[in-house]
């Protein structure tokens, strides 16, 4: 069995990225239910909007699934992983913040740790910290990202030589060639967001779902480099305000504001371009339908057997015809 599905006790090795305040109870079940790991991002929710979602979850499947706290957001971070602790939530994924001051009291209650890191040395700490399996993040990735600004591509096999636990690959990948290219890059499996927005289950707006079918390769800017909070999402008229705004002297609280989740949800699930954004990350170029979460695992896993047999068999036929007979 692949190592990371050993340690999070799931059937194939994808992972749903937590998505903020628009997580959905029946999207992380879904994705529980066709064998991966499901996430509840618990983004900037009291405690009581949490809870109400892991119940909501819990009745929605018996399967493992996650609670994303990005530490340095959500200002609830202590009572969000009692929520976790107090339901058996079966793993906690820490982000946005220092992991290693909770992932003792976490194993404590036998729950498993997912650390988001988005360098090298933060792989390290949070591995010396406990963590059980690493989510290394390239700024391909949709929402808030990492200002270091690094390439899944070029992290992903930094951060398996760099630690012992499976490490996931996060940014970038849509379809079984990402997870494919993940594998072989070392990862154990990979954690997808905006592939899991265009599906079926996910209840965004049809608009924000339409916008990642017709998206281009240049579909997605970064927000936020001129006050060190980087965000990619869609083009938008009011993304092109905000760029335009940051080209002026935009204040840090003015951005913070302007990015809010209050606007993310104006984006998302209500469709308003005009006043509001859609995270999304790169790979929106390559989506071109809206399948069901367990069509689109399934074909992932298919498609991603078949690349990988396709590389061993011409490694093997190039190898056959090199030798001098």
Same mark, same amino acid.
């Given at each position: ?7 999070? /006790? ?18 992380? !079940?879904?994705?529980? &239910? ?13 405690? /009581? ?16 699934? /996650? ?16 929520? !976790? ?46 963590? $059980? ?27 398996? $030589? +760099? ?6 690959? *996060? ?10 290219? *993940?594998?072989?890059?070392? !990862? ?9 927005? !265009? ?44 760029? +335009? ?22 984006? +998302? ?32 896993? $298919? ?5 990988? &047999? ?16």
């Amino acid at each position: 069995m692949n190592q990371l599905c050993s340690v999070l /006790a799931i059937k194939y090795p994808i992972i749903q990225g937590g998505m903020g305040n628009i997580s959905s109870p029946k999207l992380v !079940a879904a994705v529980s &239910n066709a064998g991966g790991l499901g996430t509840i991002g618990c983004g900037t929710m009291t405690p /009581a909007e949490v809870e109400e979602r892991i119940v909501a979850t819990q009745q929605l499947t018996q399967k493992p699934f /996650a609670l994303n706290v990005p530490i340095n957001v959500n200002p609830y971070t202590k009572e969000l992983l009692q929520l !976790a602790i107090t339901h058996k939530v079966p793993v906690v994924s820490l982000s946005a913040g220092n992991p290693t001051l909770y992932i003792e009291k976490l194993h404590a209650h036998h729950i498993r740790v997912i650390a988001v890191v988005a360098s090298v040395k933060h792989a390290i700490k949070a591995e010396q910290g406990g963590a $059980d399996v690493i989510v290394a993040e390239g700024y391909e990735a949709a929402g808030i990202n990492s200002d270091l600004e690094l390439t899944t591509f070029t992290l992903i096999p930094q951060v398996v $030589d +760099a630690v012992s636990v499976p490490v996931i690959a *996060a940014g970038g990948v849509g379809d079984g060639r990402g997870l494919a290219a *993940a594998l072989m890059l070392g !990862a154990a499996g990979v954690q997808m967001g905006t592939r899991f927005i !265009a599906t079926q289950e996910m209840p965004v707006h049809q608009t924000y779902k339409q916008r990642l079918v017709d998206a281009t390769d240049v579909e997605t800017v970064i927000l936020g480099r001129s006050v060190g909070q980087v965000r990619r999402v869609l083009c938008s008229p009011f993304t092109s305000s905000l760029l +335009a705004d940051e080209g002026k002297g935009i204040t840090l609280a003015d951005y913070q504001e302007r990015t809010s989740e209050t606007y993310h949800i104006k984006g +998302a699930m209500e469709g308003n371009e005009q006043g509001g954004f859609m995270n999304s990350g790169q790979i929106a170029g390559i989506i071109q339908d809206l399948p069901t979460v367990t069509t689109l695992i399934e074909t992932m896993m $298919d498609d991603a057997q078949q690349c990988l &047999n396709r590389t061993l068999l011409n490694t093997f036929q190039n190898s056959v015809r090199g030798v001098q007979l």
